[in-house]
């Protein structure tokens, strides 16, 4: 009996400790959860990669290279859930999927159906749909924007009677998102192009046409103006018909999620979260970032609608300051055309984000199709940029094996 008083007190004392240390721990969580909520769930993210890397799922002809580049995006790039989709260029298909729809256990796992948004590969369709009116002999790549937007001539700054319809094709149209706004993706702002273009009069350029390359938004914007100018339809009805978007579950963007659609991860972005919807016009950027579906669909539709002879978004020649070793250094059709130093693939790729969304195209040479997506986003904005390397050797490799050069 004299043994357990003692017992007790030390038992009690260790209870209280434990229980103050618990405490203090799980007030230290809300305190930071409260006042650096982003702090915590990218310190979370290691764990949760670990657990989306048991989820990879893949088709059963899938390469090994499949597996293992959506393993990297989960790992390095910070995109828990994601779609990866190929077409070899004897139209054999496979894929692979990680993660999950919405909450980690608590929502259905991501398949090769779930929406995603596109972001710029939406550039790629936009880009193949004014090709198809060049080769109809509707427009050509020398047709001026002013002969379609009459209304915005005589303009202040004269150089904007010089643009063609290949200048903005090829980002060449003389509009630097970097010195100049965004005028498309502004921030609560309704812009002006689609709705009205009496305002590109007074728009200055940043350089003249044809004599320097800087990736625009609002480039593709007025592409879809001349698109439904010489159709004499809605930009969005006029590409739902052409390819048929119901067919491969491919939808436009107004701005709220889809119930189909993916939940997008915004810990690595530092100033939008999940009502960044809300501050943008959609529909203004329906030409240049406004569809969304599946990798899978994306792949489809490329190699079977936009790659037929002898015009498609591969047969832009390179300009004198084509520079395909560095990224969007040779600006094509949509495409702009990469291949790596040393290296023998060419490939034409093109880059999407919006925020909480990464996503990359590849065309190669052989007439094979990449496309992967992932709700998020790296710290350095390079998700985009580190995929397209990796699928690039991926694809590099692959080829050796098959015997291709």
Not at 81 to 109: L, M, R, T, V
Not at 306 to 323: E, K, Y
Not at 360 to 366: A, G, R
Request: include cysteine.
């Amino acid at each position: 009996m004299t043994l357990k008083l003692p017992l007790r007190k030390t038992l009690s004392r260790y209870h209280l400790a434990l229980l103050a240390f618990l405490v203090i721990a799980v007030a230290g969580v809300a305190h930071f959860w409260i006042t650096n909520r982003l702090g915590v769930q990218r310190a979370l993210y290691p764990l949760e990669a670990k657990l989306s890397r048991w989820t990879v799922r893949c088709s059963a002809n899938a390469p090994g290279w499949l597996e293992s580049n959506i393993a990297h995006a989960i790992t390095e790039q910070s995109t828990l859930s994601n779609q990866i989709a190929y077409i070899s260029p004897e139209g054999d298909i496979s894929h692979c999927e990680s993660g999950w729809k919405g909450k980690i256990f608590f929502s259905p796992a991501v398949d090769e159906h779930t929406r995603f948004r596109y972001a710029s590969l939406t550039k790629i369709l936009t880009a193949d749909a004014v090709l198809e009116q060049v080769r109809n002999g509707n427009i050509s790549f020398e047709t001026k924007l002013a002969a379609v937007i009459p209304q915005a001539f005589p303009a202040e700054d004269t150089r904007l009677e010089l643009i063609t319809v290949e200048h903005l094709l090829r980002h060449r149209g003389g509009f630097d998102r970097l010195k100049s706004s965004d005028s498309v993706s502004v921030h609560n702002k309704k812009p002006w192009c689609p709705y009205d273009m009496v305002q590109l009069s007074s728009v200055k350029l940043d350089f003249s046409p044809g004599e320097g390359h800087s990736y625009s938004n609002l480039g593709y914007c007025l592409l879809g103006v001349v698109l439904e100018d010489v159709t004499d339809q809605p930009y969005r009805q006029y590409l739902q018909d052409k390819y048929d978007l119901n067919k491969w579950g491919i939808r436009f963007v107004d701005g709220p999620y889809f119930s189909d659609e993916v939940s997008y991860d915004f810990r690595n972005s530092s100033f939008y979260g999940e009502n960044y919807s809300r501050y943008f016009d959609f529909n203004a950027l329906s030409s240049s970032a406004g569809l969304s579906g599946s990798a899978l669909a994306l792949a489809r539709v490329i190699q079977s609608e936009l790659l037929p002879p002898p015009l498609n978004v591969l047969s832009a020649a390179d300009p004198i300051d084509c520079d395909a070793r560095k990224f969007d250094g040779c600006f094509g059709f949509g495409l702009s055309r990469y291949q790596r130093s040393k290296s023998s693939l060419n490939v034409h790729t093109q880059r999407g984000f919006l925020y909480g969304v990464s996503s990359v195209v590849l065309i190669d040479e052989h007439g094979g199709v990449v496309v992967w997506i992932g709700n998020g986003m790296n710290l350095e904005g390079t998700t985009g940029k580190n995929m397209v390397r990796r699928l690039y050797s991926a694809l590099e490799h692959h080829y050796i094996e098959q015997g291709l050069r």
